[in-house]
């Protein structure tokens, strides 16, 4: 295939896995948002997703899915580093369900893979529910064109835009250059190249990887919250248990509510107010309709 | 007399050539799994050093300290003693490189043995009094010559780095013809083993090793022959052993074969020419004998065999040679002031100490799960060559690994917990800011924060004015360090955006394991309010 159509089966498959939910959204009457509360991170994740449709909704029988778990820490789940692996584990079974052809677990880590793949848990936790966890292959990543407002062209891995559906399960952190690291910040770890140079210019950068990987469902995993010594902690005191997942479709709704965990409005942070001005999605969350329950 | 050659001994070799096998694996597969098991703690991965006496001995006359893991050399000395230099024979798996090569060699016709009466065998002697002598005088260079270290290293620095370069050109074939298929698990196998392929000098000790091999070519097991000080120790400790060679002088035909394709130069005929401190019981000769006429038979009286031929002179003018080497060696800067540049791996001894026990074997470059351990060049001296130092340019120490401290074979590096490594400085953190990106140009970035693993963090910030060259005066997050907290594991760095010097770099000063490579009085560090 020609990177051409290539890209071009990527644009409209991408329209065509986006639009349609979108719409789904406004005409079913479901929650823009979920937001559960509860003691299993596995069953408040399952039924954050029940509550905005299900997972068939975003996943078809046949589909290639790809999670993108924060994995990027040599953390345990304990310091709330990386994404809960009782979370990812929950979301691989709701996509095995689904008859998803093959579902990939994959991060663009920081530190070794090896290392934080074991330690985060996540590797065991996705393989035994029947994913593929496989560390980030130098040979996949290609120079693609981003076509975003500041961000033209980046090395991308093309796991991630090769895969059916995209699903996105960040952790809610604090973070010294973007104040907080949720949805949008995570997309850092899709792409390679020399992203320590992406601080330079971060907000944009994180509002252009977001439009162009264009995840079907974001699911935010706040059951441990990372308040100090972002983005990776350290001490067991610098994270808290909230014991919260988000899901929904508009990863800037996800973003901007998972903002006020930490006591910030949306509009304070910068990625959010202009991924809002710009239109990708929706920060007023009083006009939203957010399903909140505790299990 | 009919001529048919030995079927016990032909079977006897196989048999030998599979034990050399075996032992060459377990060494390779050792080698191999020395990387991060998935888990903070390894088993023991490094136990071959522990066999060798040599390593035993020098490591314990250098230091003045026993380390008690070393109690296996003791069975290699005792199997010596009574057997002869078997382990060369069929346990070293550098031996049985040495072998193979000297066959490969003699199969191509690249090398064509000869009858020998040269007295050249023992210049591994001379070469073993060296490293004891200069070890009396605290000198440890044992492991530039110790066959375990030598080989271990060359592997680790030369070897795989070369072989996994080639193999991700080979894979990367399958990409160009997009057979993703195969490419993609080979990449994750490759991933998983974990090879470090990063080595500053990678082609130096990769060319020594090669020098060696190559060495094969002018005499078989040039190495064993004429080198290696652990065959010289086994030779002396071998004086007693209970197989002889025999040759049965009515079947004998005085072909001579035997002494030709002798591997060591142990000189099997005539019969009292044999040298039982040179024979490493490889029987070839009993096997390419033509008539049979060879036997290793058995017995159990001890009978004293000649003893090995040193020149009284030579002894003596090497003897001093090893003094002299210690004052020699020590021409350097490096004993009176740290090398800013040598971060030594967390749990490091103090430098003098260190030196004296490590054996440059490259356990550690191995296990280093961020390839920062690199064999030392000038930094630590001549003594310190091939010694590990952290490049934070290369990789960084990982937070929650203290995986070289636990396979160091002869405590250099002192056993840690991962909570007790992290109580541990290598290194303290400088920021350059002339060249930090918000320090000099007022744009975000401190990357250096964002990685920095301590908490508190070790890199804080705050924010500055910066008027830029077109007037606009920008208000960026810039860097700075806490000494208190920084443990100088490098990774702000590894990770600094401005790679070829950057902006943000470690020192070894502040080292915990050091007096001397400290900058602040202690008072004032323990007394912030003092004046």
Redesign the interface.
Known sequence: MKRRDFLKNVAIGSLLAGVPSRLLAQEGGLPDLAMIQGDSPGQITKEAIAAIGGIKRFIAKGDVVIIKPNIGW??TPEQAACTNPEVVKAIVELCVEADAKQVIVMDNT??????TY??SGIAEAAKEAGAKV??V???HLKKMALNGEWFKEWEVYTDFVEADKIINVPIAKT???SRLTMGLKNWLGAVGG?R??L????DYAMIDLAKFFKPALTVLDAYRILL??G?????LS?AQLHKTVVAGVDYVAVDALGATFFDIQPEELPFLKLASERGIGRIDLEKLKIEKRTL | MKKERSKKYRLLQKIRILVQLFFFGLFFILLLKTR?P??DYISNVEGFFHWDPLLALTTTIASRAFFIAFWPAVITLAVTFFLGRVACGWVCPLGSLHQFFSFLFKKTKLHRPKKLQDNHTVWKYYILIFILVSALFTLDVVGIFDPFSFLYRSIVVGVLPALSYGLSAF??LF?QLNL?GI??PM??FF??L?INAIFLQGFFIGSIFIGIILLNMVRERFWCRYICPLGALLGLVSRWNLFDLKIDKERCIDCGLCTIQCQTQANPFPNEGWKSSECVYCLTCSAICPTNAIQFPGKFAAEKIESINLSRRKLLFTSFLGFFAMPFFRLTPARQRASERLIRPPGALPEDQFLQKCVKCGECMKVC??NALQPVLSEAGPEGIWTPRLDPKIGYC????SLCTQVCPTGAIKELTIEEKNELKIGTAWVNRNRC?PWKFG?????C???C?????AIK?QKIEVERLDGIIKTP?APLIDLDQCTGCGICQN???V?DDPAIYVTSIGESRSDKNQMLLDIIKAEENIF
């Open positions: 040599d953390r920081i530190n070794p893979s090896q290392r074991a330690r496989p560390f292959n130098p040979h973070h010294s250059l020399s320590n140079q601080h330079q210019g971060l100090r010594n983005p990776q902690g350290g001490r610098d | 991060f998935g888990e894979i990367g990409y993703t490419g993609d990449i994750q991933e998983n974990n799960p961020t990982d937070y929650y690994c990106i744009d975000p970035c401190i990357v924060e964002e990685h693993p301590v908490s508190p963090k910030f997050l990770k600094c955006p790679v």
